[in-house]
């Protein structure tokens, strides 16, 4: 695993008994970019909300008046899911990390969908980070199958390597 990624993550406005892990979601941001091949030193942070939170980023960010699981904000282009365009590979000095951007789970969302779909929380907030850092990464699943297919195909080789089978 690469040490020089960072990962930052914290809860905001989330109940104790809803708080998600954070070594969990760290270990999740850092497979995702070792299984996408990602060799320049980044920085993803993460926020932990709660369903009120994340209601006002989707409203204020994507016009939508309701809480969601997840939002990814990419701060990167990329020519390709995991290939990030030209002159964004040169390398940085060591001290510089390539901010790949910010991704926002609801901890009351990820409780009730595990519930919903009969899976653990554990496996739940693996699914949403996983999915969420591959946003980051350029993969998308709105406008095309073959978009969809090629990322959900991603988020299970993944969660495989991962091993959360709960």
Do not use: W
């Amino acid at each position: 695993m690469n040490d020089k990624h960072r990962i930052y993550a914290r809860h905001s406005g989330v109940k104790m008994a809803d708080r998600l892990s954070i070594p969990l979601i760290k270990h999740c941001v850092r497979t995702t970019l070792q299984m996408e091949n990602i060799d320049t030193f980044c920085e993803v942070v993460v926020l932990i909300t709660d369903d009120a939170g994340i209601r006002k980023l989707n409203r204020e960010f994507r016009g939508i008046d309701e809480p969601t699981d997840v939002l990814s904000f990419p701060m990167q282009e990329f020519s390709a899911p995991g290939e990030l365009k030209s002159g964004h590979c040169a390398p940085l000095p060591d001290d510089e990390l390539l901010a790949l951007g910010d991704i926002v789970i609801s901890a009351e969302r990820a409780k009730a969908q595990a519930y919903g779909y009969g899976q653990t929380i554990r496996r739940e907030t693996a699914y949403l980070t996983v999915h969420s850092a591959l946003h980051l990464l350029g993969y998308d699943h709105i406008d095309e199958a073959e978009d969809k297919r090629l990322m959900r195909g991603r988020e299970k080789k993944i969660l495989e390597q991962l091993a959360i089978n709960d």
